[in-house]
């Protein structure tokens, strides 16, 4: 693996089709930007394409790279608790990211997650466009400031807008809340179950504007 990768992004060109199997099958061999070179594989959307809610975050990380699906790591996990809390069942809702390839750098033998930039997630977001053009999702939930600004640019700020429900020319309802993986960044153990709670807190209010009943 070389240390340094040749870095462009030109917007990702899905198919014109209404099979999301399709879709997916293209973007394993995506190469609109230079992401895919260091990355294990494309991490896709996962989840029914009937789903109600669509929840969207920023890129794999480590294990979601390895696994090749979305939020199986420890902001999965986090993620799954709070959403069993707020009533939606995981299995009904559609999860995936803003950018599909895992940007990291080495440090030793590790590899330390980088935030992707406005041209990566610019080159990604057709396949994000794709995903809500077949999913319909009655509302898309942006799990941080990565996913929220693909939908609504980089002027958008979570911390202004959270738990609101907006709309967008991609969904026709859209909230936007903290990333799972904020809460395990928390500095102890009082702020994480505070910050906790307001997550829960904003994925009901999400299950809330779908206006059907997904509960478990
Ligand atoms: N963080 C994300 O934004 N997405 C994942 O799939 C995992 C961690």
Known sequence: ?????????????PPDTSSLAEVREAARECTAC????????????EGPKDAPIMLV???????????????????????????????????????????????????????????PNSREIAACRPWLEAE???VKP??????????????????FRVTRERGK????????????TVHPSSLLRQPDEQSREREYKRFVVDLRAALKATGEGIEI
Not at 165 to 176: E, G, Y
């Open 1 to 13: 693996m070389p240390a340094t990768t040749e870095e462009y992004a030109r917007p990702a060109t």
């Open 34 to 45: 230079h992401l895919y070179k260091r990355a294990t594989q494309t991490v896709f959307g």
């Open 57 to 115: 975050g920023e890129q794999p990380g480590d294990y979601e790279d390895v696994a090749g699906k979305p939020f199986v790591g420890p902001a999965g996990k986090i993620m799954d608790r709070a959403l069993e809390e707020a009533g939606i069942d995981r299995k009904e809702v559609y999860v995936t990211n803003a950018v599909k390839h895992f940007k990291w750098e080495p440090r030793g033998k590790r590899r330390i997650h980088q935030k």
């Open 132 to 134: 809500l053009r077949l």
């Open 138 to 155: 009655k509302l898309l939930v942006c799990l941080g400031a990565t996913a929220a600004q693909a939908i609504f640019g980089p002027s």
């Open 165 to 176: 429900v907006l709309s967008s020319k991609f969904a026709p309802r859209v909230l936007a």
